[in-house]
């Protein structure tokens, strides 16, 4: 990889978070062939206890280092993957990526390892998603119980119906499912009564400030004691030190992610981190 290419993109990508036309197009266009490329991994933050801090499975999320471009985030490149309907095919390879792993690091370990997976809307409204889904779970003889999918709120805004069938598709295969980013979409709390959800994830927007600020702090309690109603486990983003880790444990909250206990890690520091 030229170093000047890399300059050029960090100067390129590092102009603000608003992403011109231009850029668009050319992030797109690079993204067509980023699967073929081999340009795409997967690194998997880890979820652990509020209480314990012991590890209960993995957020896998996307990375993607382009020759050209340089490292670009998901941040940026997941919403053109989204709207231009690359999302369908590289949604296709993260599940199985993931499962794979799954399989590899549970046979390794002989027991199972759970990880979590990132949908996006457009994934969830095309025909072909159970297919993939069940034929990844026979491949790689994933557990039930040990593949999640994790869903926005907004995703869940329209089609409601279609949504709902396959929500409980899904169930069936013995895949959970998480509300992402709880509290920063639109849709009205009726549909957690509805659909067979079994965690929901606090944004990292309440988490950020929940040791300073007593609006997110009651923001982010309401949401842990609606999860406790509901008899769903919540998992608060984010967390990044221990003042806010100690609130959220004064909430009695499940679980959290954040760089406090660990920054999303390479595949191969996984398993060392499961003491093996
Ligand atoms: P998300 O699913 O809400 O993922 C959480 C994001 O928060 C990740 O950013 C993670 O690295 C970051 N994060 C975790 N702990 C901390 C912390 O303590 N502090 C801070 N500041 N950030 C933290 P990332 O990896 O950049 O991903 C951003 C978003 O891109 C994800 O948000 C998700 O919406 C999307 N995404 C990532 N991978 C995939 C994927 O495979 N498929 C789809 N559809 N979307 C993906
Ligand atoms: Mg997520
Ligand atoms: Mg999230
Ligand atoms: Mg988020």
């Keep these: 990889r030229a170093g000047a290419d890399m300059d050029d993109a960090i100067h390129f990508f590092s102009s603000g978070m608003h992403t011109g ?9 690079h993204l067509r062939r980023a699967l073929e490329h081999g340009e795409l991994r997967l690194v998997y933050q880890p979820k652990v206890t509020v209480q314990e801090q012991a590890v209960i499975g993995f957020e896998a999320l996307l990375r993607w280092d382009n ?12 919403p053109i993957a989204e709207r231009s309907g690359l999302i369908v095919p ?15 690091w549970s046979a390794q370990l002989g027991r199972p390892v759970k990880v979590a997976v990132n949908l996006s809307p457009r994934q969830l409204y095309q025909k072909s998603l159970l297919d ?34 396959l929500m409980h598709d899904i169930r069936a ?11 920063t979409g639109y849709s009205s709390l009726a549909y957690l009564k509805r659909f067979p959800v079994s965690r929901l994830k606090v944004d990292r927007a309440f988490v950020r400030d929940i ?19 509901l008899k769903l486990k919540v998992v608060a983003e984010g967390v990044e030190t221990e003042a806010q880790l100690a ?9 959290y992610q954040g760089f406090l206990f660990s920054r999303p890690l390479e595949r191969g520091d996984v398993l060392p981190l499961l003491g093996r």
């Design 247 to 255: 609130v959220l444990r004064g909430m009695a909250c499940d679980e």
């Design 67 to 78: 020759p050209a471009l340089g490292a670009v985030s998901p941040a940026q490149f997941v």
């Design 211 to 229: 040791d300073r600020d007593e609006d997110s702090a009651a923001i982010a309690l309401s949401i842990v004691n609606l999860a406790r109603g």
């Design 21 to 29: 036309l231009g850029q668009r197009l050319t992030i797109e266009a």
């Design 132 to 165: 993939t889904i069940r034929r990844c779970l026979a491949q790689y003889q994933v557990p039930r119980g040990s593949l999640e999918l994790e869903i926005t709120e907004t995703a869940l805004m329209s089609r409601e119906e279609e949504v709902d069938v």
């Design 90 to 104: 590289i949604g296709a390879w993260v599940l199985e990526e993931a499962c794979r792993q799954m399989g590899e």
């Design 173 to 183: 295969l013995g895949v959970d499912l998480a509300i992402d980013d709880f509290g």
